[in-house]
């Protein structure tokens, strides 16, 4: 029925985001029904993940998820990061758009593999949130439909956007502590029913 790009750990602070894939590939393993063709990556930004104290940006200092080339970066990205949030160092885009190879990488890969829609794992503000043509999913799991706002640079920014391939951001109730088993197993029913629902109607 399409191609879903599952991503996880664009913050390499939201241990949850991460480790859910995990739980979710587990599933797939077990259950995959052919609909979708599957493309996961669990953990965008292992430098941030993987040093002595984890952190959001990557080896660079840089907010992946403000680094994306949307439409509006040029304009808007630097000027948004100094002025809206004080030149917060958590949220720094970098000093050009898609500077970082992950970003780099993360551009090159929705180019080629096309997907009809990126599902986007964060933590914690325990909600969905939505980029793109409609229709967005009302609830995952105990998770409900909040519209956060575009950034520039987001990933939903850019690919929700931009290129019109609908961006689902799941951000998780807690950055590290997991969903109970039951949670997990709910969001992903509810992701499934959501992606065959969204995918049958454009035929
Ligand atoms: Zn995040």
Redo the contacts with the bound molecule.
Sequence with gaps: MGRILLIGG??GD?YS?ISILFKWMDILNEHHSGLFHWHVLPLANPDGLLRETSQ?QNENGVDL?RNFPSADWDELALEYWVERTGRNDRRFPGTWPASEPEVAWLVQHIASFQPDIIVSV??P?HLVDYDGPPEAPEKLGDLYLSKLGVYPGSLGNYAGIDLNTPVVTI?LPY?GIMPDNSHIDRMWTDLVAWLRTELSKRG
Aim: no cysteine; net charge negative; proline share 0%.
């Design positions: 664009i913050h939201e985001s959001r998820n964060h933590a503000y951000e950055a």
